[in-house]
């Protein structure tokens, strides 16, 4: 279930509360006159089947609510009442598979600003992954993949195409790249500092390496394994499975790859530099691929499935 909390116009209310009212899966309505000050209005709050939710917050932002008033919405983790399971067994649909249109865009704008603190955690990965790649060393490597927040532009790339929002496009793309140049940049530097304190050594990267040589031999699996990722992760954000984000986070070769272009790169050596930028753009055009691929796939199906409920 999730809780809308509206900021209505006095003038808008009736209209809000007719809006609500009709709206299959939701209950628990409230309405409180004139108690809203900043901005002024009445206050207005219900519980809503989460597969009918994506449906009322877009007939509220049409009528206006988003800029004349407030909209907020909240997952309710726990909600003990008769009603509440009724409101979701009369909801169309299954929950799981309902995607908030307006909730996937706030959060992938939010993973997908250029900030200090995303280049600051894509650094940091990268660097952890460097240590990894030199060390041959998989608990580093995953323990890398895990820190780096790149899945975030990524989503936002795919939700931009699916809803064609260039804007977000743009800014997702400028974060993924910019990012990437960034992190790279610094993990040559820090590369060669290593090396200068005998910490890394050329004769360390170009040893075998039975743990992660792979991360500059990109093949056809590199890219069997981002389309699987980029499916599950899309599939984790539109569902809210946090814990599902992690395990994608850490099943592809991005931030390694990145890594190990850029010590490859201090060394001079451009056989691997060329073959971890391969696994790199790989690993990012299949994410790309299967993440658009499986959002489309989702909001064509919902339409289907709301259709045929309407129908019945």
């Not at 409101?87 to 939010?110: M, N, Q, R």
């Amino acid at each position: 279930m999730l809780h809308l909390r509206l900021i209505t116009p006095s003038e808008k209310t009736d209209d809000v509360v007719l809006l609500i009212e009709k709206t299959v899966g939701a209950t628990h309505l409230v309405v409180l006159p004139d108690s809203a000050r900043n901005p002024a209005g009445d206050v207005v709050m219900c519980d809503v089947a989460r597969e009918a939710g994506d449906e009322l917050l877009t007939a509220l932002r049409e009528l206006g609510i988003d800029t004349s008033g407030s909209i907020a919405v909240e997952t309710i983790d726990l909600s003990l009442s008769e009603r509440a399971d009724r409101a979701e067994a009369e909801a169309p649909g299954e929950g799981a598979d309902a995607v908030l249109w307006e909730h996937l865009s706030d959060a992938t704008h939010e993973e997908s600003t250029l900030s200090v603190t995303y280049l600051a955690f894509l650094t940091l990965a990268t660097m952890i992954a460097a240590c990894g790649v030199v060390l041959d060393n998989a608990i580093l490597i995953v323990g890398a993949m895990a820190v780096g927040p790149e899945f975030g532009p990524l989503a936002g790339i795919c939700t931009a195409i699916v809803q064609r929002r260039p804007r977000l496009a743009l800014r997702s793309m400028i974060a993924l790249l910019v990012g990437f140049a960034v992190a790279m940049t610094l993990t040559v530097g820090f590369s060669l500092f290593m090396d200068a304190v005998d910490l890394f050594s050329e004769r360390q990267l170009k040893a075998d390496r039975p743990n992660t040589g792979f991360i500059y031999a990109p093949d056809w699996f590199s890219f069997v394994v981002a389309v699987l990722a980029g499916i599950a992760g899309t599939l984790s954000l539109t569902s809210a499975k946090s814990g599902a984000l992690v395990g994608v986070a850490i099943s592809v070769t991005t931030v390694p790859a990145a890594a190990n272009a850029a010590v490859a790169l201090s060394y001079g050596d451009t056989t691997q530099t060329w073959g971890s930028t391969q696994q790199l753009l790989l690993n990012l055009l299949g994410i790309i691929i299967s993440g658009t691929a499986t959002l489309a796939t989702q909001k064509y199906l919902w339409s289907k499935q709301r259709q045929q409920a309407s129908a019945g």
